[in-house]
């Protein structure tokens, strides 16, 4: 069983950072799940992906509205992945998940994962 363990949300005043954890259980997870990503969803919105990297070489991907601001990265021998969050936004405001999948292609493109977080929620206050 897969599980994926988020941490490190919070309310944050606007301009402020925040840095999300992601920690993936399974000894044998990155052989078959060969990139982590982050999405999030504001109240009466859609999902809508923030960022992705492949565990192998840590390529990344990111969406427009946070290019410049956010970093995502891994810890390879912790299974972890971590989301910096600078320069944040009332309009960033939303509950983060963190999400496993076969590809980086499934999370950027077709915006599909193979597992999913809890969510941990995110408060920028103007």
């Known amino acids: 069983q897969v599980q994926l363990v988020e941490s490190g949300g919070g309310l944050v005043q606007a301009g402020g950072s925040l840095k999300l954890s992601c920690a993936a259980s399974?000894?044998?997870?990155?052989?078959?799940?060969?990139?982590m990503g982050w999405f999030r969803q504001a109240p009466g919105k859609e999902r809508e992906f923030v960022a992705a990297?492949?565990?192998?070489?840590?390529?990344?991907d990111y969406a427009n509205s946070v290019k410049g601001r956010f970093t995502i990265s891994r810890e390879n021998a912790k299974n972890t992945v971590y989301l910096q969050m600078n320069s944040l936004k009332p309009e960033d405001t939303a509950v983060y998940y963190c999400?496993?999948?076969?590809?980086?292609?499934?999370?950027?493109?077709?915006?599909?994962?193979?597992?999913w977080g809890q969510g941990t929620q995110v408060t920028v206050s103007s």
């Open positions: 999400a496993a999948a076969t590809s980086r292609n499934s999370l950027v493109n077709s915006q599909e994962a193979d597992y």
């Open positions: 399974g000894r044998t997870f990155r052989i078959y799940y060969m990139a």
């Open positions: 990297i492949s565990w192998s070489d840590g390529t990344t």
